[in-house]
């Protein structure tokens, strides 16, 4: 039997941070001794900041996305053109796209993809609430990004059936060579997928 070497305190610490995706035991274990040894420039202000998080944080009632408002920052922002909806999987693939600074748009987050193997039907999805925000007018696209997985697809291809009867063009990211992307290095779904979506120089 392993001997402990820390109070329960840290020992809790330990293993919240080790559900943190991306951090393991080992991770949790280097990450609290950094914490612990950093306590009143890191720890405290984390502490801090977290209990305000905790405090604040809501998930947008319009499209889905995490703030400390309702409705969010993106739904308010005048400068954004709200007759495109960008539909996304998570907030983690919203705010990547963000970082991308590729559309002004908004966006509607799905939260998941259907997954019948794992229960996940469209009940369980935002995908009534995509629709009805089509249904309000307004919209003139959607863009439809989620992951090149069956299940993504499966669900871009649910998402497309809903919206056949509203008079809005729905689109979908294009699949194939990623920027600095080498032939040799990609799979042959990829390749296919770029072949049939090329374009002209």
Same mark, same amino acid.
């Given at each position: 039997?392993?001997?402990?070497?820390?109070?329960?305190?840290?020992?809790?610490? *330990?293993?919240?941070?080790? +559900?943190?995706?991306?951090?393991?035991?080992?991770?949790?274990? +280097?990450?609290?001794?950094?914490?612990?040894?950093?306590? !009143?420039?890191?720890?405290?202000?984390?502490?801090?900041?977290?209990? %305000?998080?905790?405090?604040?944080?809501?998930?947008? /009632?319009?499209? #889905?996305?995490?703030? @400390?408002?309702?409705?969010?920052?993106?739904?308010?922002?005048?400068?954004? !053109?709200?007759?495109?909806? *960008?539909?996304? %999987?998570?907030?983690?693939?919203?705010?990547?796209?963000?970082?991308?600074?590729?559309?002004?748009? #908004?966006?509607?987050?799905?939260?998941? @993809?259907?997954?019948?193997?794992?229960?996940?039907?469209?009940?369980?999805?935002? *995908?009534?609430?995509?629709?009805? +925000?089509?249904?309000? #007018?307004?919209?003139?696209?959607?863009?439809?990004?989620?992951?090149?997985?069956?299940? #993504?697809?499966?669900?871009?291809?649910?998402? @497309?059936?809903?919206? /056949?009867?509203?008079?809005?063009?729905?689109? +979908?990211?294009?699949?194939?060579?990623?920027?600095?992307? %080498?032939?040799?290095?990609?799979?042959?779904?990829?390749?296919?997928?770029?072949?049939?979506?090329?374009?002209?120089?």
């Amino acid at each position: 039997m392993q001997k402990r070497v820390t109070g329960p305190e840290i020992e809790r610490l *330990i293993q919240l941070l080790a +559900r943190v995706p991306g951090l393991g035991p080992r991770s949790a274990r +280097r990450a609290a001794l950094q914490l612990i040894k950093k306590k !009143d420039q890191l720890m405290g202000p984390l502490a801090l900041a977290m209990n %305000e998080a905790f405090e604040k944080v809501r998930i947008c /009632s319009t499209c #889905g996305n995490a703030d @400390t408002s309702d409705p969010c920052t993106v739904c308010t922002d005048a400068s954004r !053109d709200q007759s495109v909806i *960008i539909v996304v %999987e998570d907030v983690a693939d919203l705010w990547a796209l963000e970082r991308a600074a590729a559309m002004n748009a #908004g966006y509607h987050v799905l939260g998941g @993809t259907l997954s019948p193997l794992d229960g996940v039907g469209p009940d369980d999805l935002s *995908i009534a609430g995509l629709v009805d +925000r089509v249904a309000k #007018g307004g919209v003139k696209e959607i863009l439809i990004a989620v992951n090149a997985t069956v299940e #993504g697809q499966t669900t871009a291809h649910y998402i @497309t059936e809903q919206l /056949s009867g509203f008079d809005i063009k729905v689109t +979908r990211l294009a699949h194939g060579v990623p920027v600095g992307g %080498e032939l040799d290095y990609l799979d042959e779904g990829t390749l296919a997928a770029a072949i049939r979506a090329r374009t002209a120089f």
